[in-house]
């Protein structure tokens, strides 16, 4: 099994333009995290899908991000425009069905995002 | 916004010795206490898990010791190598089921 795979790996765009990142789950899983990581706030959890729905995006800073799931098998999140603020590692990660929310949480490599 | 509260924020140890680190979290209708452990550079990866049905899991060198009337959990590893040197992060369900994380412990372990 490949694991959640994350796109870019790296990610360098100036201030202003759209950023967009994405994510495999893996297969089977039910569950889809987006995570964000600052030395600052630590690791935040933005929004979570349950089979490809969104189930509570109360951690979305703002309007600027928005994430979507059209399968099971991929997920985005945008971020449009973006913020210097908006720096970050973000992270996806899938869970299986059994547990809730609550399961193990399986994390992709994450994504390093610089707005300049 | 329920909060999990995790300490220290970083630690240093000699091989061989134990580490500790030590969460408090808030009123949770779940039961459900990972620690995840994250190398440089990779996304975070679980540990090891209690449900607090029993006060204390072990699992090789790494224990969990649970207090649900204190509504506190720690992580204990012992005989702590070189190779265990990571950020330790502790969580716990908030009343929505969705996982807290808290802070999370960078810990050096020296040879």
């Known amino acids: 099994d490949a694991g959640v795979i994350q796109s870019p790996r790296h990610e360098v765009t100036e201030m202003g333009q759209e950023v967009t990142l994405r994510c495999k789950p893996i297969?089977?899983?039910?569950?889809l995290f987006w995570y964000r990581q600052t030395m600052m706030r630590g690791l935040e959890l933005l929004i979570y899908?349950?089979?490809?729905?969104?189930?509570?995006d109360s951690g979305m800073p703002e309007d600027r991000f928005s994430a979507k799931m059209p399968n099971a098998s991929f997920s985005t999140l945008k971020i449009q425009p973006s913020e210097p603020r908006d720096s970050a590692v973000y992270f996806c990660?899938?869970?299986?069905?059994?547990?809730?929310?609550?399961?193990?949480?399986?994390f992709g490599p994450g994504t390093r995002l610089t707005v300049l | 916004q329920q909060q999990v509260k995790q300490s220290p924020q970083s630690l240093i140890v000699q091989k061989g010795g134990i580490s500790i680190i030590n969460c408090a979290y808030e009123?949770?209708?779940?039961?459900?206490f990972p620690w995840y452990q994250q190398f440089p550079g990779k996304g975070p990866a679980l540990l090891i898990a209690?449900?607090?049905?029993?006060s204390e899991k072990k699992e090789g060198r790494f224990t969990i010791s649970f207090n649900k009337s204190a509504k506190q959990f720690s992580l204990h590893i012992m005989d702590s190598q070189p190779g265990d040197s990571a950020t330790y992060f502790c969580?716990?369900?908030?009343?929505?089921?969705?996982?807290?994380f808290g802070q999370g412990t960078t810990l050096q372990v020296k040879p």
């Open positions: 009123n949770t209708a779940f039961d459900y």
């Open positions: 899908f349950n089979n490809n729905v969104p189930i509570d």
């Open positions: 969580a716990a369900p908030s009343n929505t089921g969705k996982l807290i």
């Open positions: 209690i449900r607090p049905d029993v």
């Open positions: 297969s089977g899983h039910d569950y």
């Open positions: 990660a899938s869970s299986p069905t059994s547990g809730g929310p609550n399961n193990e949480q399986f």
